[in-house]
């Protein structure tokens, strides 16, 4: 299905020397062989194919979505890891098109299916048909061929036949019960990552390392919006959403 991003930017007017908001942005992600109903009219599949529609009093601007409009669109389980964090766990790894990546748990394949557009393959392992599910759908709707997700559970290294792995991510409740795994799969100089909420779990985690891994260091990454429009220039008033640690170590030996 091709799509096409339709936004619409906020239109104001001015009452009695005061701003009136007439109507808010808006994006829409929208399959571009069906006509689109908005709460201003129909759009038709035909004027989909132009740079801009207008219907009623409101104009849209007409755009081909990008990997991560698309991306935004994915279906989610409970938790998925974050787009600062992806950030980080790429900028401290080096991920390229030449990396090969193990992920788990896959969940709904946030982490797998962003790699995926940036490394050369990612192969992904969860124990719940459910999640294992959603994570294909992702997969196929944002059309990767190099993303592998498989049923097994990553504490038992005899599940898990990849070898020579650049990075492996675990996102999972004990990560340290993914140790042995590591050891087994990642190449000499291969990266462990590991995403936990609570700090107690990073503890466990690198007290667990073997001799084998150099711990390099955890890290948490606060990401600080501002608001700036007209006079208002400052921080949003939302809280810091703590998400994650993120521990990263090495491995050290073939
Ligand atoms: C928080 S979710 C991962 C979210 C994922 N990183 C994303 O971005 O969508 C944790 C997942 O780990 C899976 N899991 C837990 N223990 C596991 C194990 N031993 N092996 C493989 N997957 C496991 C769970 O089923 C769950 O889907």
């Known amino acids: 299905m091709a799509k096409k991003l339709l936004i619409k930017k906020e239109r104001k007017t001015i009452v009695d020397d005061r701003l009136v908001l007439l109507s808010k942005f808006e994006k829409h992600l929208v399959d571009d062989a069906k006509d689109y109903s908005t709460q201003y009219g ?15 009093k409101e104009e849209f601007t007409i755009l081909n979505p990008s990997f991560i409009d698309n991306y935004k669109q994915i279906r989610r389980l409970a938790q998925i890891i974050t787009l600062k964090d992806i950030g980080a766990i790429i900028a401290n790894t080096g991920i390229n098109k ?46 990767l061929k190099n993303v592998q997700i498989k049923k097994g559970d990553i504490f038992d290294s005899k599940n898990v036949r990849e070898k020579n792995i650049d990075v492996f991510i675990l996102d999972v409740t004990e990560p340290w019960r993914g140790i042995n795994t590591a050891d087994k799969i990642l190449k000499k100089g291969g990266f462990l990552v590991s995403y936990s909420p609570n700090i107690n779990q990073v503890d466990l985690f690198v007290k667990s390392l073997s001799e084998n891994f150099l711990y390099e260091k955890t890290v948490e990454i606060i990401e600080r919006e501002w608001t700036v429009k007209g006079q208002v220039l400052r921080p949003q008033m939302k809280d810091f959403g703590h998400t994650a640690f993120l521990s990263f170590a090495r491995k050290i030996t073939k």
């Open 42 to 56: 129909v759009i038709k599949k035909d004027d989909l194919k132009n740079d801009s529609v207008k219907v009623g």
């Open 98 to 143: 030449e990396s090969i990546i193990l992920d788990a748990g896959t969940g709904s394949g946030a982490l797998a299916c962003f790699l995926g557009v940036i490394a050369k393959k990612v192969v992904s392992y969860d124990i719940k048909d459910e999640h294992l599910a959603v994570a294909r759908q992702n997969v196929n709707s944002l059309k």
